[in-house]
């Protein structure tokens, strides 16, 4: 008997290994997905830090985009609201449907408060008293948030709802909502509210208190996930915003459309399929070094120097993966013409990554030549004369 435990302990432990193997196998080889390994109709994977796009389906496709909108809804009040301002509920916000925090009309509450109830539960009656607080009515909080959205890049994307219940004109695209996040990631409110695994609230009145969960499961599904948020309607499916940092990379996904009940898992099997890809392949590269780059010397006409030294004050890194073919352009005049000054720019190297363009590093003299005139002609002519010197042209 005892026999038999031994061999049943080290059959199991041999599985467990195959298996852990096995896992980190799929994840160091993974491949770009094929459009029909997604759930999802439409997503798209994001070099959160250049806003590059590294994979997508359908990523510029306009769909509803159910409670994502939080997120822009949330970056919004974070940048125009004043977060301890006090929020009177209005009958409207009250008669939000569910998912709802339950707030009663002529209750008030502080308005950073009401960002977790907003982005760890995603309640639809906070973000309605919310966008009546910040813009004075909902109508007009949505047109801000579009126009705002406009200025990170967002062509196809219209905010009718300020929390992504199903209206006629509400829509966006797994690129834009990408781009979205891209910004909203850059403050560090915004990043704390939705890694915060719960919140306490009540009214300003004491009389009510709320414990509040985050329902992002993707938290702690995935090294080194920070969120970002989930969604789901009728229309819009099961959606679902990402974001993961790793290694000073940070990942963002977007994916739409990613089924219907009962298939609440498949936003997280096709997230953790676009993160693997991303996390196994995509790693920063030094493509150009400003010390090991090599640059020419130019001439210049009518210098007292005829050479001047060129040199780049920047090197670039960027995030590629392998058999990407990266090259570079130098946009460097032959002749420069004095008078030359020292640090000026006068060109640029620009670096192409598949044949686009990923940057464009100025090109700086290291040297300065001043024009020869006249008078420095004769006063150098003077000089080698009084000097018993034999004077040739320069």
Known sequence: MKKQKIIIIFLTTILIFMNNYTIC???????????????????????GDSGRV??????????????????????YTLEH??????VTVSSNAASAPQVKLGMKAGETYQLGDLLYSLMLESHNDTAIAIAEAVEGSVENFCKKMTKEAKTFGCKETCFKTPNGLDEKGHHTTAYELALITREALKNDTFRKIIKTPSYELENTEGSRHFSLT?????????????????????????????????????????????GWPPHKSYKWADTKKLMDYA????????????????LPEITVENGRTK?????????????????????????IPDVLTAPVKKNTAI?????????????????????????????????????????GFTYESP
Do not use: W
């Open 214 to 258: 985050n329902h992002d499961a993707f938290l702690s599904m995935y090294d080194g996930a920070i969120g970002v948020k989930t969604g789901f309607t009728g229309k819009a499916g099961y959606c679902f915003v990402g974001a993961v940092e790793s290694e000073g990379r940070t990942f963002i996904t977007a994916v739409l459309a990613s």
């Open 54 to 75: 590294l994979y997508e389906k359908n990523g510029y496709q306009s769909l509803p985009m159910a409670s994502t909108t939080k997120i822009m809804t949330c970056l």
């Open 25 to 47: 196998y799929a994840i160091n080889n993974q491949e770009i997905p094929k459009d029909n390994e997604l759930h999802a109709s439409s997503a798209l994977l994001m070099d």
């Open 307 to 331: 050479l001047c030294q060129l040199y780049l004050k920047d090197s670039v890194s960027f995030l590629t993966k392998d058999k990407e073919i990266i090259h570079f352009e130098q946009n």
């Open 279 to 294: 996390v196994s392949n995509y790693h920063y590269k030094t493509l150009l070094d400003k010390d090991n780059y090599s």
């Open 347 to 387: 060109g640029n190297v620009t670096i192409y990554l598949d044949d686009h363009v990923i940057a464009t590093v100025p090109v700086y003299t290291k040297n300065s030549s001043k024009k020869i005139t006249f008078c420095y002609c004769f006063k150098t002519i003077l000089f080698y004369y009084l000097n």
């Open 81 to 86: 609201g004043d977060l301890s301002s006090l």
